[in-house]
């Protein structure tokens, strides 16, 4: 509804500060020429918004105007109340902050929508952690914590792998990410560090960001001194390229097989497995697909693991190591195969 979008972009100047009109139609999915008629009946309507010319204009509230409607729908509250993980929140120790936060916001919501978030409160709780997956040691995450808020350097000692050596660094923590259950500190390596690291001066140095799993810090001391953190850094936005960079530099091996139709879901919620594409066969049970492992190893892992109902076409490279891990399980068991 355009009223909506008229609330939305009010907020935003309110929030974000200056937005050009591009800015505006891209977050609000409408045209440019769209938010500049909505501008103009905001102006009309006496909100005090102006445009500032120029390469690094944009529209803007007036200073010190600020509006006390917030125009909450109780959908996007209950979306409020859902975008969050009780185990990250209480690895952050703010779990009560965010019981207050609710209490207040439910009471300032209209007494028609507090049933319904209640009811959603009540019935839907999101878990991050997952049914498997580990609770790891993060031992010094309230020390990254304290110097991510404070802009204070950390000395750090850090276990890249198992049974690699540890090294002693200190970074400029600029950021936590969280992955279900898993924290990460984004940092900047500090610049004597990150030179004496590549061997160039920190004018020719191309990154000195890094991403540390907070579970593999095995000694964390937070130092008196300060650092100036990037105006221009986005946690999200270098996250998000991060992970891309990350998930491209992994080794793909394809593959061809015939698997039970059962398994598609199953290899489909894998993480080293991606079903690329698949046809039907003659028996109705059973397709043909295209699959992308990590690895020729975890190839084979992974067929093993399902036993009967996969079956390699091709490369003949794993269907042969599927057949020798197989043989050797027969013998584990004290039969042995002669082949014909």
């Not at 355009?2 to 139609?25: C, M, P, V, W, Y």
């Not at 969050?84 to 916001?105: M, R, V, W, Y």
């Not at 593959?255 to 109705?284: C, H, I, P, S, W």
């Amino acid at each position: 509804m355009r009223a909506d979008r008229l609330l939305s972009i009010l907020l935003f100047l309110q929030n974000k500060g200056k937005q050009t009109a591009k800015e505006l139609a891209q977050k609000l999915e409408v045209s440019e020429r769209t938010i500049l008629r909505d501008m103009e009946d905001l102006s009309s309507a006496g909100i005090p918004v102006y445009a500032e010319r120029g390469s690094s204009g944009g529209w803007k509230l007036s200073e010190g105007y600020r509006t006390t409607l917030t125009g909450l729908k109780g959908e996007e509250i209950q979306a409020l109340l859902l975008n969050h993980s009780s185990t990250l929140l209480q690895d952050l120790g703010i779990t009560n902050n965010l019981e207050a936060a609710f209490q207040k916001l439910l009471a300032a919501t209209p007494t028609t929508l507090q049933k319904d978030i209640e009811l959603v409160r009540a019935r839907i709780h999101v878990d991050g952690a997952g049914w498997f997956q580990s609770k790891e040691s993060i031992t010094y995450l309230s020390v990254v914590q304290e110097a991510v808020w404070e802009e204070k350097k950390l000395l750090i000692e850090y276990q890249k792998g198992q049974g690699q050596e540890s090294r002693k660094r200190v970074v400029q923590p600029l950021g936590l990410v969280a992955m279900r259950s898993i924290w990460y500190m984004v940092a900047r390596v500090d610049t004597e560090e990150a030179e004496l690291e590549s061997g160039h001066k920190e004018s020719e140095l191309d990154d000195t960001l890094r991403s540390y799993r907070i579970s593999r810090i095995i000694h964390a001391e937070k130092l008196d001194e300060n650092f100036q953190r990037p105006v221009s850094f986005n946690l999200e936005e270098y996250w998000e390229v991060s992970t891309k960079q990350f998930k491209a530099a992994i080794p793909r091996y394809p593959a061809r097989v015939v698997m039970n139709k059962k398994l598609l879901n199953r290899l489909q919620k894998k993480v080293f497995v991606e079903v690329l594409g698949y046809t039907e066969t003659e028996d109705d049970q059973w397709i043909e697909a295209e699959l992308l492992f990590n690895t020729l190893d975890s190839a084979c892992e992974i067929i093993l693991g399902h036993g009967q109902l996969i079956k390699v076409i091709a490369p003949d490279e794993l269907k042969q190591a599927v057949i020798s891990e197989a043989e050797k399980l027969l013998e584990l068991y004290g039969y042995k195969n002669k082949r014909g």
